[in-house]
């Protein structure tokens, strides 16, 4: 019985294998389309991006093995563009890629490994020609945009996650994850001029997300403890650096959208996600469902396309299969759908 079962994965592995779908080809430059970050599955090496061409309609599911002949590896955590370069955070593989910003060859690949340890990075944010990596062993390091090296070190609280520039400070969100069920709750801000950590800010518990709105006020989502511990929106005075107000509507991560926000919500009881336009200027929230999510089976993020006015909604599909990027324009329909790789998480537009 086992041999015949054998044979019949094999099979079964083989006829997959002639269902695959072929990419198409890749342009030298990419040009007037979206780079999407799929995060893949933690611990099974399978990170990819995809290449959605706007021109064309063609997807091309393997955008980083084509141009690089390498897998891209474990758990795809966060890619942004800064200057003529994209940057991606790979966690698992704790590496962070250093891609061309038109043609997508790799620059570098920097290892975030320190005498043998992993640093696990997660996020980015930049500053004077500088890259800021958050790294869950509990510190921020600096990447020169030049020499692409690790120049700085900078402690701050366990696990830290988001993080956003302001006033020529850098406000990191200490989640302490790995602490369950006694996270940390603080936010550490490190001076960008001596790089050093001069204040710790109390926000709630288990802090990730954090963004900066127009007029430099920093915002954190302070997800709670999935339970009993409500996942709220806090804002930080960054003259005075406190909290200034905590929102009392639930909050799972913010979007930026022209001078406004998205506020996503996913409610871990229902399953069911929301998306809200909050407004910093008047700090309310506008409209609590702003677009529906009805056509989303896991919304895995958010990101606003200036040059057409539409919305792509991130849809991880129940984290198991392959993902889908939903467009949608302000008024809430949908325009159209690109199958891409799994567990889609972020978008960049060229």
């Not at 006020?217 to 302070?222: G, L, M, P, Q, W």
């Not at 200027?281 to 009805?294: F, K, Q, R």
């Not at 993020?301 to 467009?327: C, H, I, K, W």
């Amino acid at each position: 019985m086992r041999l015949i079962s054998l044979i019949f994965i094999s099979v079964l592995i083989v006829s997959c294998k002639k269902d695959e779908p072929i990419d198409p080809p890749v342009a030298e430059n990419l040009s007037n389309g979206m780079v999407v970050l799929c995060e893949g599955l933690f611990q099974h090496n399978n990170s990819t991006v995809s290449w959605v061409d706007f021109s064309t309609g063609s997807i091309a599911n393997n955008l980083f093995a084509t141009k690089t002949g390498r897998q891209l590896g474990d758990t795809g955590n966060d890619m942004q563009r800064y200057g003529g370069k994209i940057y991606i955070v790979v966690t698992v593989s704790s590496t962070v890629e250093v891609m061309n910003a038109t043609s997508f060859s790799s620059i570098k690949q920097i290892s975030m490994i320190q005498n043998g340890v992993a640093k696990q990075p997660r996020s980015l944010a930049f500053h004077n020609g500088k890259v800021y990596v958050s790294c869950y062993d509990g510190f921020v390091d600096v990447i020169d945009t030049t020499s692409l090296a690790v120049t700085q070190r900078i402690p701050v609280g366990s696990n830290p996650e988001g993080l956003s520039v302001s006033n020529n400070k850098l406000y990191v969100a200490n989640s302490g994850g790995l602490n369950f069920p006694v996270p940390d709750s603080t936010v550490s801000v490190i001076d960008l001029t001596s790089h050093l950590e001069v204040e710790r800010i109390t926000v709630g518990i288990n802090p990730g997300g954090v963004i900066t709105d127009a007029e430099g006020d920093v915002y954190v989502i302070a997800r709670g403890d999935y339970g009993v511990e409500p996942s709220r929106m806090v804002r930080i005075d960054t003259q005075l650096d406190n909290v200034d107000e905590t929102f009392t509507f639930d909050a799972s991560d913010m979007y930026p959208m022209n001078d406004k926000f998205l506020v996503t919500y996913f409610n871990h009881s229902t399953q069911a996600s929301t998306i809200g336009l909050f407004n910093p200027l008047t700090e309310s929230m506008e409209v609590p469902n702003y677009i529906s999510t009805a056509g989303i089976t896991t919304l895995y993020g958010v990101s606003y396309r200036p040059s057409s006015n539409t919305l792509f909604l991130l849809d991880a599909m129940n984290y198991t299969n392959s993902g889908y990027v939903r467009e949608y324009s302000l008024t809430g329909g949908l325009v159209q759908n690109f199958h891409v790789g799994l567990n889609p998480t972020k978008i960049i537009f060229l």
